[in-house]
């Protein structure tokens, strides 16, 4: 995302300063329209800033929530406000004020609920230092000086002060969570590899490049205001928002870190409801709100493509040479042979456990593409789990013992085992992270002024 649309907040910041924003109030939601809501412009994020409509909105002053001891004044939510339409460059207009309204104000209330779980910990203390490095990455990302990042919120009437204490509670809780759920956020070595057999199955099937923004409906007021707030960003990001900043403002999903990139999906490993709508989208192109049990979902369909990627597996193997003529009796005798030197058999012994037995070969097979091996390879190629040693398998060349050493998909985007690894811990951290604050928000005495 490039800030070069704004060229200044000015316009934006007297919009807010004059006036009250009342509780936002549930709109009725517009009927049915196709999947496809709409494309988007792929320029908009070099676009200039439309102007600031001149509509006037009213806003209160003094305390508008309190979080245990803690207050969020009409000061505060309007300074939020300001940052989440800087940032998400969502146009200030009457309808969608209300939901601007209450992305600030839940970010604000999860914002306190942090620094006041944060000021238990004496240890978790950002210092200044470790905000200005913060803020200095953010003008990288968006590509420009620190100096002129800087002048960008001052220009959209955003004050430095609580925008920094606002960074510095935001990586205060993100130690805090990893400090806290580091083993528990653990990736297995098994559930990579289950993850990693998934995609090796899935290779064949048609796979899309999507964005995802989640409106988690708890969080928002109810299930009408989630779907009529996801109709309102739908409505902004045709008309010119940059999908990424307003999934990294709005979205409540983990995805969100990532500007609400979600990666290669592949076909039936989703929501029906999603599954949906991206048969029917085209490349470029929003969905409707889609709902689903706990919220709404907007899906961006970025590419598509055929399930092009091919399987590779490693392989090693012992075996007892048997011709095609040999009788029953002497494969029975050698599958009873072979079945009893399995027991203890892996990848790091198998070679040197076939030398030490007389009339048993063994053999390191390599990586190679699942589809070039033996019909009779193939189905413990495809299934077995990695690191474990097969059942005899007959071939006309004898009976085998298989140990699946590795397995990977080839093709583009096919992510490593590290990047699969990463990813699922990020998930996990995300989850738990929300649990907690969830827990928090369930302890806390928090009283909305109307």
């Not at 990848?347 to 070969?361: F, S």
Request: contains cysteine; proline residues 5%.
């Amino acid at each position: 995302m490039g800030f070069k649309r704004f060229t200044t907040g000015t316009a934006i910041a007297a919009l807010l300063t004059s006036a009250t924003l009342a509780p936002a109030v549930a709109q009725t939601a517009p009927a049915q329209t196709p999947q496809a809501a709409g494309t988007l412009n792929p320029a908009a994020e070099d676009a200039p800033v439309r102007a600031a409509p001149q509509t006037r909105f009213q806003m209160t002053e003094g305390v508008v929530a309190t979080v245990n001891d803690r207050i969020i004044t009409g000061w505060d939510l309007r300074q939020r406000m300001l940052t989440t339409i800087l940032m998400s460059q969502v146009q200030p207009t009457p309808e969608t004020l209300p939901a601007l309204q209450q992305q600030a104000l839940n970010d604000l209330i999860d914002e306190r609920l942090q620094a006041q779980e944060l000021a238990k910990f004496e240890q978790l203390k950002i210092s200044d230092e470790e905000v200005d490095r913060e803020m200095a990455q953010l003008a990288r990302e968006i590509g420009v000086s620190t100096e002129d990042y800087l002048r960008i919120l001052q220009e959209a009437g955003i004050q430095l002060a609580p925008y920094r204490e606002s960074i510095r509670t935001r990586l205060g809780w993100s130690d805090l969570t990893v400090g806290r759920f580091r083993d528990r956020a653990k990736v297995s070595r098994s559930q990579v590899d289950q993850a990693m057999r998934q995609i090796t199955e899935s290779a064949t099937k048609p796979q899309y490049l999507i964005g995802e923004i989640y409106l988690d409906a708890t969080r928002v007021g109810g299930m009408q205001e989630a779907v009529n707030g996801a109709r309102q960003l739908i409505s902004q990001m045709v008309q010119g928002a940059p999908f990424q900043a307003v999934a990294r403002q709005f979205s409540s999903a983990p995805t969100a870190a990532r500007n609400g990139d979600a990666g290669w999906v592949v076909q039936g490993t989703v929501h029906p409801a999603l599954q949906s709508a991206m048969d029917v989208l085209e490349v470029g192109q929003l969905s409707n709100p889609i709902v689903v049990e706990n919220g709404v979902y907007i899906i961006y369909m970025r590419d598509k493509r055929a399930g092009a990627a091919t399987s590779h597996v490693s392989m090693k193997q012992v075996m007892i040479e048997l011709p095609e003529t040999a009788t029953e009796a002497q494969v029975t005798a050698a599958a009873a042979r072979l079945n009893a030197l399995r027991s203890g058999l892996t990848c790091d012994n198998i070679l040197e456990r076939a030398r030490a037995e007389q009339g048993v070969l063994g053999s390191d097979l390599g990586e190679a593409e699942i589809s070039n091996l033996l019909p009779q390879f193939q189905q413990v190629a495809r299934s077995a789990t990695v690191g474990s040693v097969s059942d005899p398998v007959r071939s006309p060349l004898g009976l085998h013992l298989l140990a699946v050493c590795d397995r990977r998909v080839g093709g583009p985007e096919v992510p490593s085992r590290q990047q699969i690894e990463n990813r699922m811990q990020g998930q996990n951290f995300a989850m738990l992270g929300r649990r907690y604050l969830h827990d928090l928000r369930e302890d806390a005495l928090i009283e909305i002024k109307q």
